[in-house]
């Protein structure tokens, strides 16, 4: 069981939710400065996914928990994510699966299904654990994250 205090972030919403989940993926970064990151190796990552909103669905959920289990860990869980050339690409730095890219990749998979939902819940925050001693927080910038 993942058990932690998460940064906080500050938004306008009444409601808000935390979903923790993991998932075991292996990358490489294929830049110099990666040094022996470069090589194929692999985490287990721990994510916190933040979603805030006023109105709640038809099952007075903000967004059902094992939806977003499913969105995430089903999509990355034993993969390699340098093979998912749909999030990642080796070609350019910004799509290099970096903690960084992963969590913003969270946001967006997440996002883009909270807006097809009709009570348009938004994702604040996505804080993601590489190792025990590396994390990143991914925040959309305020006017995606209060659209
Ligand atoms: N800003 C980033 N720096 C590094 C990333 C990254 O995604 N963003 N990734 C790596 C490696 O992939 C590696 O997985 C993590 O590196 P590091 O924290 O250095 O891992 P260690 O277990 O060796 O950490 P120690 O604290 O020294 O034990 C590298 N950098
Ligand atoms: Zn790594």
Same mark, same amino acid.
């Given at each position: ?22 998932? #075991? ?8 400065? &990666?040094?022996?990151?470069? $090589? @194929?190796?692999? !985490? ?48 350019? #730095? ?8 992963? &969590?913003?990749?969270?946001? $967006? @998979?997440?996002? !883009? ?35």
């Amino acid at each position: 069981m993942i058990q932690q205090i998460y940064p906080t972030v500050s938004h306008p919403y009444s409601y808000e939710l935390n979903k923790d989940l993991q998932f #075991a993926a292996a990358h490489r970064i294929p830049a110099d400065q &990666a040094g022996k990151c470069r $090589e @194929l190796h692999g !985490h287990t990552y721990f994510a916190n996914i933040t979603v805030a909103g006023d109105e709640l669905d038809e099952s007075g959920f903000l967004v059902n928990f094992a939806l977003l289990k499913q969105l995430i860990h089903g999509r990355f869980d034993h993969t390699v994510l340098n093979d998912d050339t749909e999030s990642f690409s080796d070609l350019e #730095a910004d799509r290099f699966p970096t903690t960084e890219v992963v &969590a913003r990749t969270i946001y $967006e @998979l997440v996002q !883009h299904h909270l807006d097809q939902t009709a009570n348009r819940p938004r994702c604040v925050q996505v804080f993601l654990r590489e190792t025990p001693t590396s994390y990143c927080l991914y925040r959309p910038k305020p006017e995606n994250a209060h659209a």
